[in-house]
């Protein structure tokens, strides 16, 4: 695992809003720094150094210097706007390389599956990272599965992984990856079939009701002119 080297700066007035604001504006990201059994850290980081440690994954040892001090820290949290989407916090926890230390780990899936390319089913993901324990400098960027042996009906369970100098803490019976029968859609039937079936349009109903009750609208007065006509008769 690579270690990245972040220089930051001690703050002062901690939760006071506009200091907050300020300090964003000029490119700096407000941060703590706890665990180890010692007193959380105020400090402000640099902005473009965060993005660069981002990139090289979100497990990345880091280095913190800051006044006299320098520790050697995890990022733990990141609070992003709910607009903007820029970082406006971090958490950073504090770790001993000596020490094992438990952390979740994305997943990365190689390959393209028997049972998609040549069975028609779909890859159909159950976890996206797992839970594991190791040292630091033992601590992977991500996890590769290779899923290109998986036929129809097929899976990958935790207890099919094999990796060096980590301990996995979850359920070895759970299922990472599997190839399923893609679902079929119904298409509904369209309007011919359905009229061959017996039923009519509702448009047809519709106007054959409007000519029924013209015909009988028309046949009053034609019923009162032949009672007319049948008058002089008598």
Known sequence: MKEFILTAQMRDNAGVRSKLSQMRESGLIPAVIYGASKTPAHVSVNEKEVVVILKGGHNAIIKIKYGSSQEDVLLKAIQRHVVTGKIIHLDFHRISLTDRIEVKVPFKFTGEAYG???QGGIIEHNMREL???CLPADLPKELVVDISGLHMGDSIRIKDLRYDRIEIKEDQEHIIASVIAA???????????TAEAGAEPELVATKGKKEEEGEAAEGKPEAKKEEKKAEPRK
């Open 116 to 118: 998609v390319k040549t």
């Open 131 to 133: 839970t594991i324990k």
């Open 183 to 193: 679902k079929e859609e119904e298409v509904a039937a369209p309007a011919a079939a």
